[in-house]
């Protein structure tokens, strides 16, 4: 192009006046420290008024308008640098990323553990329970399976027991005089005897006697009356006798409780 021998040539003019204020400055800085000095800010200002005035000249051979030059994009030089721009994130590696699922998986693991222990000991529980149950329905069964057939019997022992109150005490053991009635009466009070003893054996206790404290648990009384040589509180009267069977009342006994004067 036209312009480029007169380029050329203000930059022939351009390097000499950048040679002859260096061998300035370097004279100067020989010769003393204050010449350094006052050497400096002249030779920048020649370079400043020369590097202008080339500019200005240059810019007269250029083709192209200053309004349509293009700005120069601004290279890594010039831009500051921010921290965040410096600062390189470093990528995640094979081991993050694989221990992310393992960590999922074993506190997934462990949660099943966790389960399975709470209904193992759930399932050991309810089985120690059943087996607890199951005994002592057995033991129940097993000590009241004669109730039903111990309370047919109880009758049977009521009437025996009025047959002996029946006899007047006088002619119980009058075997000379009444000896039918008194073998009677010593027949009745052995069978009486016998099944008491087989009641006994079986677990079937009878109690309610005169004297005893009123249990209401145990006692059922019909009706109260005073008494001044018996103790209040206390039975005085037995209308029908008691039976436990194995420490459990099958039939509470009929009394008549002692009451205050």
Do not use: W
Request: aromatic share 6%; charged share 25%.
């Amino acid at each position: 192009m036209a312009f480029r021998p007169n380029s050329f040539r203000f930059a022939r003019v351009l390097a000499k006046e950048l040679t002859a204020t260096s061998g300035r400055c370097s004279s100067s800085y020989v010769v003393s420290t204050q010449s350094v000095r006052s050497c400096a800010p002249i030779a920048s200002h020649n370079f400043l008024t020369s590097s202008a005035d080339n500019a200005l000249q240059l810019r007269k051979f250029s083709t192209k308008s200053d309004s349509n030059a293009e700005p120069s994009a601004p290279t890594d030089a010039d831009s500051p640098s921010t921290p965040e721009e410096t600062t390189e994130t470093a990528p995640p590696t094979d081991d993050d990323a694989a221990s992310s699922p393992e960590a999922n998986k074993l506190a997934e693991l462990e949660n099943q553990i966790k389960d399975l222990k709470d209904n193992l000991l759930r399932s050991l529980a309810e089985q120690e329970n059943t087996r607890r149950i199951a005994k002592r329905d057995v033991e129940q069964a097993r000590s009241f399976a004669i109730a039903s057939f111990a309370k047919s019997l109880l009758d049977t022992s009521d009437n025996l027991s009025r047959a002996l109150d029946a006899v007047p005490e006088e002619l119980r053991h009058d075997h000379v005089n009444h000896p039918v009635l008194a073998n009677l009466y010593e027949g009745i009070s052995m069978t009486d005897e016998g099944l008491t003893k087989a009641f006994a054996k079986n677990g079937l206790v009878k109690f309610g006697q005169r004297g005893e404290k009123f249990d209401p648990n145990k006692h059922e009384a019909l009706f109260e009356y005073p008494d001044p040589n018996g103790e209040v509180g206390c039975i005085g009267q037995v209308m029908k006798v008691g039976f436990t069977l194995n420490n459990r009342v099958v039939r509470p006994a009929e009394v008549g409780v002692v009451k205050a004067t």
